[in-house]
Structure formats: structure tokens, C-alpha cells
Nanobody
């Protein structure tokens, strides 16, 4: 049984920062890559991913502004979002794929608005 719980969303002005967290409830967190996605009306593209070894990768739209990290002791990933833009607004989901099964959190909403 795996459960993911996101937190940290909110309202922020353009240029501001937020940190999203995704806590993993299950076993062997350190063995899994973790991914953040953003929900659009008809798609859910990847925002950032971090491998089990701790190597992050990012969508082009967020490179240089977002930083994804993990704390294996806390079974948590952190998505640091800087220089936020209105187009970053949306519902963000955390995901882990374990033996071909995708697990998702409930999502956390961010609104970037002046």
C-alpha cells in the first residue's frame, strides 16, 4: 500500500516562491524515482523528476526556476519553485511508479496572481 500526500500550495505573486512537499507512505522510498506533474484541462505533463539516486530533471518551462530534491530520511520530495509566473498556476500532483503501477497524491493547488 502506497500513499502520497502533497502540501505547500497557495497563492503567491508573480516572482514569488513556494515549496511543494510530497510525503511518501509505504516502503523503500529511497529505491523509487519520484515525479511531479501539473494538471491541464486535457493533459498532465511532467514538471520535474528525481531519480532514486537523487538526480533531478526538469521540463524546459521550469528549468532554472524549479529545484526538486529528496530527503530519504523523511520519505519526502521537495519542489522549490522560484520566480513563479502566472502560467505556473495549476494543480500539481506527485507520482511514483512501482512495478508498473502509478500512485498519485490528491494534488496541491498553486495560484500565481498579482
Amino acid at each position: 500500500q502506497v500513499q502520497l500526500v502533497e502540501s505547500g500550495g497557495g497563492v503567491v505573486r508573480p516572482g514569488g516562491s513556494l515549496t511543494l512537499s510530497c510525503e511518501f507512505f509505504g516502503t523503500r522510498f529511497s529505491e523509487h524515482g519520484m515525479t511531479w506533474y501539473r494538471q491541464y484541462s486535457t493533459s498532465r505533463p511532467m514538471v520535474a523528476r528525481i531519480s532514486a539516486a537523487g538526480n533531478p530533471s526538469y521540463a524546459d518551462a521550469v528549468k532554472g526556476r524549479f529545484t526538486l530534491s529528496r530527503d530519504n530520511a523523511k520519505s519526502t520530495t521537495y519542489l522549490q519553485m522560484d520566480n513563479l509566473k502566472p502560467e505556473d498556476s495549476g494543480l500539481y500532483f506527485c507520482n511514483v511508479r512501482i512495478t508498473d503501477t502509478d500512485y498519485w497524491g490528491q494534488g496541491t493547488q498553486i495560484i500565481v496572481s498579482s
